[in-house]
Structure formats: structure tokens, C-alpha cells
């Protein structure tokens, strides 16, 4: 992937290297007609006929070297974004994510899962993974971080797309530079679609006819007064001009709002009207990502969103005072731009919605492609009709591949594995692996494994248990209510996948044992699936007496030369040797 990345960073910029010395030849062709004009003007004292000619034809060229000029600095843009975003995609395979999106505003507070594995933050699941611009589609790719598999069918279809758009690598780099072209945010959303609510409220009305009586007004007396030379004609047509004003400024005081919501909603107008274009022109063959395609083929999005940018830039050129009165007193201008504006959003005020949620699809599918672009050693997970889980050489999918190690497990259906080992031996970084890569396969996502087959899990996790002073609870009492929500889940017939590490910390050994082993018994009762991590080696005894539903897995130390030495591999049994005393005793505490 770097060497791909490295070569298409050197031709975008031999690219655009093109446009800009374009650009430039662009701006000296100007200057010249300018200068040719300045001196037309200087040196030649007639006024024939063929000096207006003249005159008429450098404007020409002139204005259409700037309609050039315009379209090639908008390149430049362009390419500028491409350029951008590929050279922050080396640095990320230099394992470089400063510049990354943290995803912390979709942090869920007491969600089943999604705090205790880092899905959102610094070195978190969603910065290595999402590559979405624009607000929308940040957020679906957040929000299926967060949520389980709704419907296991749709699983393969989903992992078909990401397949698909994995092999339209041009075509998703030319979808972020066009989604970066202007910062999106959450405001401007809201913005957008309080403004469609809004005219979907409104009754559908029948425009342009009202304004066009005082337009019509002042053109027949202005005209009487050009043919006739009438003074009548002449003072009203001054009247009527006078009262457009009027009327303009009241029309654009009460529709403030409107302009208002324009306003913000307009600076992000270029991104979707271009991603929605280019979405338009290229083919998909996968199931999902071909409905999502003909729910803009099919109602002309590109052009309609550019009819909407249209309608934008007249509105906007009430900043220009003449335009404003010559416009409006002529032709009440802005008064029936806005009559457009807000036409338009009661006509495709169901359709904007829908594109944009396009956009967003494919920014989300596009941003696990390209993880699987950076993986292709990955594999796609296959459903299991059973809730059982087996997965082969799995390791955690944000470390270095050097640093990994991987692991087998196979857990049946209803059945919980007891993991024991000492301290540092790679429990916690165990249930973290199994459980993000769980998260990504409910996502389509292909996860860190040579094969991994499994049930449509939910995760439910419970590691990283916090004290409240806001809302005075202890961190034992915390983690009573987090082990209360989970065993209310499983009894309203979640199918959950458990992760529990080192349980009741808060509470003395004994009482410790004694409610461990009621709630792994409660959970056998619940038919539940999961591992469960614990230091307390008598708990483990429960395999004994419920060979079927428990089983004993372990990571061991072994103690060289008084230093204790992590494999980090998976094992069958219960941890013999321990670290803890030996860790403190290097470390000079005891």
C-alpha cells in the first residue's frame, strides 16, 4: 500500500505541476488583454465603428479567460485536497495519526462497549480506521462501531461492498478531496436540516405569480414612457421601481432566517454537489452500494444540488449594493431567488436527506476499504448458525505487526472461558483483541485473522469501570449497576458476548469468590457466551462441576534468572506461575 500511495503522490503532483503553470499561462494571457485594452484606450483617439468592435471582442475573450481561469484554479483546489490526503495516508502507514479525527464526539457515556476498548480517542479504533470528511460520514461509521449486526443477512452484502470499493482506490481519493473542499461540522448539519424541516412544514405553494405584478408594473409604464415619451409613465414606473425596493427589503427582513440557514449551509454545498457527481459517474456492481447509487441516479442529485449552488450565488450578491437596487427595482431579483430557494427545498427537501446519507455510505464503506487496502492479510468473517466463536491466528489489529502476537480460540455455543494468568501476561490485551475484532466483523469489516467464524454477537464489556463523584457512586457500586444492565440484557434475549475482567475488585477476597461464582452460575443459567478474565484460581474449579458450559484457559510467565519472561500465547488450563512479587522486587518496592 505505501509504495502504491508513494507513486500516486508523485503523479498527482506532476499533475498538479501541469495546472499550475496552466494557471499561470492563464493569468499573463489576461494581463495582456487588459494592457491591450489600456492601450487602445490611450492611443487611438477615434471612435469608429470598428474600435467598439474591438473593444467588444478583447471583452469577450477576456471574460472567457476568466470562465477558463476560474475552472482551472478550481482544479488546483481539487488537487491541492488530493495531494493533502494522500501524503497524511503515508504518514499514517509511518504509523503517524496526528492528523487524524479522534472520533470524541461520538463517545457514548455507559455504552455496552465502546469505553472500554478505545473505539473513539487517541490511538482508538475510529482514528485508525475512518477517513470520512464530512460530519455524516463520520458518524454512520461511529455509529457502526456502536451497534451489532441488526440483521445477519446482510452481513456478505456488506462485505462485498467494502470488497468493491477496496478496488476503486481513485475513485475514493477523489471522494475525500472533494468531501474536504470546506470543513464540515455538526453545526452546519443541524443547520441543514432545520432549515428542510422547516419548508417541510410549509404548505407547497404556487410561486412567481404575486411578484411578477409590480415587475410587469414597472415595465409597461417604463416602456410608455420610452415609446410615448409620457411624464405619467415616466413618475410611475419611478413609483414602482421605488415600491420593488420596498418590497425587496421587507421580503428579505422577513426571510432572514432563510438567508441565515444559507448562509451556513452553503459553504459545504460545493462538497456534497461534487461527491454526489462523481458517485453519479461511476459504476457499482455490488448490491448495497448499487442501491445506493440509484437513489441519486435516479432523481438527478448533481443537478439539482447545482441548481441549488445557482440559486446560493444570486442570493449571495445582495452584498453588492447596486446589484441590489438595480436588480431589485428592475426585477425583484433576490425577492424571487429566495421564492426559488425555498421552492426547491420544499420540492427535494426528502431527496437532500437521502443524498446526503449517500455521501455518508460511502465515505463510511470507503473508509474500511481502505483498511483492507493497508491489510490484505486480513480476513472476512463467516457466520455461524450456532453462538459459538473460533477464530485462527487472531491478533489485535492496531499493533505493529511486529509487535503482535496471535492467538487461536475456539469457544462453543453457551459456553464461558475462565482466563487466568499472572499480571502483565496479556489477559486484558487478549478480551481487548477478541472484542475489537468482534466490533469490526458486525461492521463487514475483514478482521486481524487468518479465519474467524462467529455468531452476530453483540459485545458487552466490562474493564474499565470508573467511580462517580457527580453521581456519588463508588467504583463497586458502579460496576454492580454495570453487571445489573448486562444480566438484564441476556434475560430480554440479547445475544451478547461477554468480556469481563477481574470482577468485584471493590469488595474483600472472600466476598469477592463468593459473588464471582454466583454471577458465572447466573450466566450459565442465561445460556450466555463470553470470557472471563480472573486472578482467583479457586473460581476456576467451576470447569469440575460444569464441564460443558466452563473452561479453563490461561497465559503463563515463566521466571529466567529472576526475570520473569511473557509469550503471550493462549493455553489450556489454569496459570501456575506468578510475576507480581517477582516485578516488584526488580523494581525495588519490595
Same mark, same amino acid.
Given at each position: ?206 410561486? !412567481? &405569480?404575486?411578484? *411578477? /405584478?409590480?415587475?410587469? @408594473? ?9 415609446? =410615448?415619451? $409620457? ?119 426528502? !431527496? &437532500?436527506?437521502? *443524498? /446526503?446519507?449517500?455521501? @455518508? ?9 481502505? =483498511?483492507? $487496502? ?217
Amino acid at each position: 500500500m505505501l509504495t502504491y500511495l508513494q507513486n500516486r503522490l508523485s503523479s498527482a503532483n506532476a499533475e498538479n505541476h501541469k495546472l499550475r503553470k496552466k494557471s499561470f499561462r492563464f493569468s499573463i494571457l489576461r494581463l495582456l488583454i487588459v494592457v491591450l485594452f489600456l492601450l487602445l484606450i490611450l492611443f487611438n483617439q477615434s471612435t469608429s465603428t470598428w474600435l467598439y468592435a474591438t473593444f467588444s471582442f478583447l471583452f469577450g475573450i477576456f471574460v472567457l479567460l476568466f470562465w477558463m481561469h476560474q475552472k482551472i484554479k478550481f482544479q488546483i483546489k481539487i488537487s491541492n485536497r488530493l495531494l493533502a490526503n494522500l501524503e497524511n495516508e503515508i504518514l499514517f502507514c509511518e504509523n503517524k495519526k496526528q492528523h487524524l479525527a479522534k472520533g470524541i464526539e461520538f463517545k457514548e457515556p455507559g455504552h455496552n462497549y465502546s469505553e472500554d476498548i478505545d473505539i473513539f480517542g487517541e490511538f482508538s479504533l475510529f482514528e485508525h480506521i475512518n477517513r470520512g470528511q464530512t460530519y455524516g460520514g463520520k458518524e454512520l461509521l461511529s455509529n457502526w462501531f456502536k451497534s451489532g449486526v441488526k440483521n445477519s443477512k446482510n452481513l456478505y452484502d456488506k462485505q462485498e461492498s467494502i470488497k468493491e470499493l477496496s478496488l476503486k482506490k481513485e475513485f475514493l481519493e477523489m471522494l475525500y478531496a472533494y468531501t474536504s473542499l470546506n470543513p464540515d461540522t455538526k453545526e452546519k448539519v443541524s443547520y441543514l436540516k432545520e432549515w428542510l424541516t422547516q419548508n417541510k412544514k410549509q404548505r407547497k405553494t404556487i410561486y !412567481n &405569480i404575486w411578484v *411578477w /405584478i409590480p415587475i410587469v @408594473a414597472f415595465w409597461i409604464s417604463f416602456l410608455t414612457y420610452i415609446v =410615448f415619451d $409620457n411624464t405619467i409613465a415616466e413618475k410611475l414606473s419611478g413609483i414602482v421601481f421605488l415600491i420593488n425596493l420596498g418590497i425587496t427589503f421587507i421580503y428579505l427582513l422577513k426571510k432572514q432566517k432563510t438567508q441565515i440557514h444559507l448562509e451556513h449551509i452553503g459553504k459545504i454545498l460545493p462538497n456534497y454537489s461534487y461527491a454526489i457527481a462523481l458517485i453519479e459517474n461511476e459504476p457499482f456492481t455490488a448490491k448495497m452500494n448499487h442501491e445506493m447509487w440509484q437513489k441519486i441516479k435516479g432523481n438527478n442529485a448533481s443537478r439539482e444540488l447545482k441548481k441549488l449552488q445557482l440559486i446560493k450565488e444570486k442570493i449571495d450578491s445582495k452584498s453588492n449594493g447596486l446589484v441590489v437596487i438595480l436588480f431589485n427595482g428592475l426585477a425583484l431579483y433576490h425577492v424571487r431567488a429566495i421564492q426559488k430557494l425555498e421552492k426547491w427545498a420544499q420540492e427535494q427537501s426528502q !431527496n &437532500i436527506e437521502e *443524498w /446526503i446519507q449517500v455521501i @455518508a455510505y460511502f465515505e463510511a464503506t470507503g473508509s474500511i476499504a481502505n =483498511f483492507y $487496502n493497508h491489510n490484505k492479510e486480513f480476513c472476512f468473517p463467516t457466520l455461524s448458525p450456532n453462538k459459538e466463536l473460533k477464530a485462527e491466528s487472531m491478533g489485535h489489529p492496531l499493533l505493529k505487526k511486529e509487535n503482535m502476537v496471535a492467538n487461536s480460540i475456539h469457544i462453543q455455543p453457551n459456553q464461558i472461558v475462565l482466563l487466568t494468568g499472572s499480571n502483565m501476561s496479556g489477559k486484558s490485551t487478549f478480551l481487548r483483541t477478541l472484542a475489537i475484532n468482534l466490533v469490526l466483523a458486525n461492521c463487514g469489516s475483514p478482521v486481524c485473522a487468518t479465519s474467524f467464524q462467529y455468531y452476530a454477537f453483540s459485545p458487552f464489556i466490562s474493564l474499565k469501570i470508573e467511580d462517580s463523584l457527580s453521581k456519588e457512586e463508588s467504583y463497586f457500586y458502579a460496576e454492580i449497576l454495570r453487571l445489573k444492565k448486562m444480566v438484564n440484557l441476556l434475560q430480554n434475549g440479547e445475544p451478547l458476548f461477554i468480556f469481563l475482567d477481574e470482577i468485584l475488585r471493590g469488595t474483600n477476597s472472600e466476598d469477592k469468590q463468593k459473588g464471582t461464582v454466583g454471577l458465572i452460575e447466573k450466566l450459565i443459567q442465561q445460556n450466555a457466551t463470553g470470557i472471563i478474565a480472573t486472578h482467583d484460581l479457586e473460581v476456576c474449579k467451576l470447569e469440575e462441576k460444569y464441564p460443558t458450559q466452563i473452561v479453563n484457559l490461561c497465559f503463563e510467565v515463566e521466571i529466567i534468572n529472576n526475570v520473569p519472561v511473557f509469550d503471550y500465547t493462549l493455553r489450556k488450563g489454569i496459570c501456575k506461575n506468578k510475576s507480581a512479587t517477582t516485578l516488584m522486587q526488580n523494581a525495588g518496592i519490595i
